[in-house]
């Protein structure tokens, strides 16, 4: 069963989550890079670490969309920890050969955002339900780096 | 006195909210300033790179891009912006960008990418040159 399917968060283990459906349109990205901002002022980050995660989901969701299948839908994921966010977005794609490129400047730009970041593929042997994913976390301050 | 109008009344028209806007003036005659308003992301990426294309074809040896009223810049709008200060450099001139908010500033300095424009924190520095 694909995350798409799945029809609520896991564990949350103390964390708080929000969850935004959206068509994988372009014109949405705005939209949810706005959720994942205010989330991360209300929590506290400091201001470039609000700044980067804005950029970053926006980086993800933008890379995910390109790669979705057509009339399918973005499910994003935020779980808001005491220090950090945890942003997990997932789309359905047309094929299990339909792969997204890490060797990209925004896949570059992503990496240096977030504090950690991972590509997942996903679906079944036959090709069918296959998704691609994009795990993220940022932390509410600058880690020493 | 007011610039003369570099936009006659069939310039393009108000988009819908979130769009890009850009527009061309030329505050001294071996100037080309192009404000940027809005938010640069997939969506206004192209709009930007062709505002940009058309900025670095003129003639003008100073090319300035207001970024003031840019309010987010994701990194397709970093790499319009960049591959502007590569065609500016092929004609040794080099890409003034007027910066001033954190959005755009970060984007900039976290991809290292100072060093491919001349940054100003003001409009008026900038057309110092």
Known sequence: ?145 | MAEPATQGPDASPPRTAGALGTEVSHPRPDAALLAVTGELDTLTAPELDTALRELVAGPHPLLVVDLTGVTFLASSGLAALIQAAHRAEDSDRALHLVVTARAVRRPIEITGSEQLFTLHSDITTALRG
């Open chain 1, 1 to 145: 069963m694909s995350d798409l399917d799945s029809p609520s968060v896991p564990d949350l283990d103390g964390a708080s989550s929000v969850e935004l459906r959206t068509s994988a349109s372009p014109a949405l990205i705005p939209t949810i890079r706005a959720v994942a901002s205010d989330l991360a002022a209300r929590a506290d980050f400091d201001l470039d670490a609000i700044s980067d995660l804005r950029m970053a989901v926006d980086e993800a969701c933008a890379t995910l969309v390109d790669v979705a299948a057509a009339e399918s839908s973005l499910l994003c994921t935020f779980l808001v920890r005491a220090d950090r966010i945890e942003v997990h977005a997932v789309v359905q794609t047309d094929s299990a050969d339909t792969k997204v490129s890490t060797d990209t400047f925004g896949w570059r730009v992503l990496q240096t955002l977030a504090d950690d970041v991972a590509l997942e593929h996903g679906g079944n042997e036959d090709g069918t339900g296959s998704t691609v994913g994009i795990t993220l976390t940022k932390h509410a301050g600058d880690l020493p780096r």
